[in-house]
């Protein structure tokens, strides 16, 4: 199969995990076996794919920024970091919303953390945080 | 007649064997991040995609060690809960994920895993040949389990189905792997059968080893008629067939 078109696949199908995520109220175990389960770990189940077939042929390596830079360079290996971003981000959107509501923090509030998971993923992680401790004065998990 | 067997054989199964359905399981799943890499990757050895091989690993390890998941549920409870039976199954275990890691890893780096006379492949091809007698072995331990607990054509079946199993595989694999190929004689154009993939033209020691390992499947079909005498003609006849297949591989000839 070619990067694109699994490219192609992987975005709306993230893009489904972080409306179930917005609608969680609605249906929260739903939304959590499609955002926390489903999609995670089926763009993981491509990501593993990707990296068992292309890693041994790609070039650069983690050593240095400009080897990671070279490694990008690799279609397969740069579409394998866009699925990483996908599934972890949705995976960490997933836990902001369980927890959240496990502790009583209005589901409206966390949505902009939301977003900026799905944008700037770390951004929504530090958002988060700041909101939790703001409402349970709580960082650790 | 397999009706009036099978209900008090039934009745008295035993709890499953916690490690081996373990194995089975994870062995099967681990397969998944393999197909996706067969649907991504182009890379071809040998003529099938790169990944064919250690799917089909996966598959046979999974279907092998799941059958004798099901077989054990057959003998009296508490068999394997002696630490040394814990102790074995997991030695097992670890020689069933090591074949799995080696071949899945030679397939991500395109080349040979059996017969990989390369560097440092070469001593590991050889280890995991003593690793494959290892995991062989549990079907001829667990074949002494029900040959001492033949009570009925059924158990027959399985003791001997399972101690075939091992006798046939072991010399079978054992002289394909101290050749340079599954594959015996000339020419070789590419013949071949379909799904299984063995040669139709000339001898492929696959054919015969293939059907030593399901040696264990097969005599047990004929404990289901609740005959022992059809039990022993199927084992005799298994073998046979087997060994024929062998001697025509050998040959350099195709089974027919």
Known sequence: MPPDQLFQLANPLALLGWVALLAAPLAPRAAQAVAAAAIPLLLSLAYAGLVLAFWWQAPGGFGSLAEVQTLFTHPQIALAGWLHYLAFDLFLGAWAVRTARAEGIPHWTVIPCLVLTFLFGPAGLLAFAILRFTFVRKVLP | ?256
């Open chain 2, 1 to 256: 007649m397999t009706a009036t067997l099978a209900a008090p054989r039934l009745a008295a199964v035993s709890a499953p064997n916690r490690q081996l359905v373990r194995l089975t399981l994870f062995v099967a799943l681990a397969a998944l991040p393999l197909m996706a890499a067969h649907v991504l990757d182009d890379r071809q050895f040998q003529g099938d995609n790169i990944w064919l091989k250690p799917l089909k690993f996966h598959l046979a390890l999974a279907v092998y060690t799941g059958t004798l998941a099901l077989f054990a549920m057959l003998l009296p409870e508490g068999t394997f809960t002696s630490r040394r039976w814990r102790i074995y199954l997991g030695v097992v275990s670890a020689c069933i994920l090591a074949e799995v890691a080696w071949i899945g890893s030679a397939a991500a780096l395109g080349t040979a895993s059996h017969f990989n006379q390369t560097g440092l492949w070469a001593p590991l091809y050889s280890l995991m040949g003593a690793a494959a007698v290892i995991l062989t072995s549990l079907a001829l331990v667990m074949g002494l389990a029900f040959w001492r607990h033949r009570t009925d054509a059924l158990m027959l079946s399985v003791a001997l189905g399972l101690i075939l199993t091992f006798l046939l595989t072991v010399p079978i694999a054992g002289t394909m792997s101290s050749g340079t190929g599954h594959l015996i004689g000339t020419p070789v154009t590419g013949a071949r059968f379909p799904l299984m993939g063995w040669s139709t033209e000339v001898g492929d020691l696959r054919l015969p080893h293939f059907l030593a390992t399901h040696a264990l499947h097969a005599v047990p079909l004929a404990g289901l008629t609740g005959s022992r005498a059809a039990v022993w003609v199927a084992a005799a006849g298994f073998t046979g067939l087997t060994l024929w297949c062998f001697a025509r591989a050998l040959m350099g000839l195709p089974p027919f």
